[in-house]
């Protein structure tokens, strides 16, 4: 295995960037680093070696899929569609076929995540139904309802005995996994943006991320929605402490006046990463744990959708509304 790049978010720059058919939704970069893959607005998935830019098209959903994720080793890919299936893909060579589909949801998939032993996948959605299934055989292990809405995240903790959840009101909700009891609720209700003129609900916890310490959850989506349909909303990223869900920093970034926070990670040293797209285009923020504002942030040619983080090789990679996917280097050249 390669030696981990030491990481520096000031140098963060594209390295390499491919082309599709179609405007893209959704990306994850692989455990290795070695591949990504995106979804797009004609259904398809695409993986794409790195640094080759060679492409695939993996063909099996029915509507746009909003989220994936790998198996811990790779060599899986597990993809979460709005017609409710999930799909499980060999992903790692040759031109991948589904070796496994499942009606796991009524409507929208919004999010699927590994647990930390890569044993156990959650899937939540639009039904607010938590669901568990064993990522080796498909088989569900267990599900209940869990909140009053649409579910958009989901994050397992690092203990492997807990999981959290986010809905669109901005409650997080944190289970312990072996009698699915509830532990406490977070509140993150800023991230909720009710608008009765519009007469639109809109905002939610939109993505999560749990330190690798434990001690710490990320929530992140948009705030200041006063005018939802015209893309008038800034993005937003709180941080919560773990152990009693206290809301430790409201991370805020000016100039953004059509901002929304698709997906965050964490990165050493307490920071966490953060892609928002909307009208004010795409863009890489970074936020330190004691600065209310971002550290840093860099610009993206396009709209970005998600992104995803490869510590070891420190690469990221967003899924752009101009049809591309971009890895961006967070380290010197």
């Not at 009765?196 to 990320?218: D, H």
Request: aromatic residues 8%.
């Amino acid at each position: 295995m390669a030696t981990p790049v030491e990481l520096d978010i000031q140098k963060t720059r594209v390295a390499y960037q491919w082309k599709h058919d179609s405007p893209l939704i959704a990306c994850r970069i692989s455990p290795t680093g070695a591949q990504c893959v995106s979804t797009a607005q004609d259904f398809s998935i695409q993986r794409w070696a790195i640094p080759a830019g060679e492409r695939t098209v993996l063909k099996g959903h029915e509507s746009w899929v909003h989220t994936l994720t790998y198996s811990a080793d790779g060599s899986m890919l597990i993809s979460g569609g709005c017609e409710g299936k999930l799909i499980w893909w060999p992903i790692l060579d040759g031109e991948p076929k589904p070796i496994r589909v499942i009606e796991a949801h009524s409507g929208w998939i919004r999010g699927v995540e590994r647990s930390s032993d890569g044993k156990t996948l959650v899937s939540v959605g639009n039904d607010c139904m938590i669901r568990l299934w064993s990522i080796e055989t498909g088989e569900k292990i267990a599900e209940w309802p869990a909140h009053e809405r649409h579910i958009y995240s989901a994050a397992f903790h690092p203990d492997g005995v807990h999981l959290a959840t986010g809905d669109l009101l901005g409650k997080i909700h944190v289970w312990n996994l072996s009698d699915r009891s509830l532990v406490r609720t977070l509140d993150g209700s800023t991230l909720y943006s009710p608008n009765k003129g519009q007469a639109a609900e809109f905002g939610g916890v939109r993505t999560m991320a749990i330190n690798s310490a434990g001690t710490e959850l990320i929530a992140a989506g948009t705030h200041k929605g006063s005018n939802p349909f015209g893309a008038v909303h800034e993005p937003l990223l709180l941080r919560f402490g773990w152990s009693d869900g206290a809301l430790l920093k409201s991370h805020v970034s000016d100039g953004i006046p059509g901002g929304l926070l698709y997906r965050t990670c964490c990165l050493p040293g307490d920071v966490a990463a953060a892609v928002s797209g909307g009208s004010s285009g795409g863009i890489l923020l970074y936020y330190g744990k004691d600065q209310e504002k971002e550290l840093h942030r860099f610009g993206l040619p396009s709209l970005a959708r998600d992104m995803d983080a490869n510590l070891a090789s420190g690469l990221v990679v967003t899924a752009h509304y101009d049809h591309h996917i971009r890895v961006c280097a967070l380290f010197a050249a």
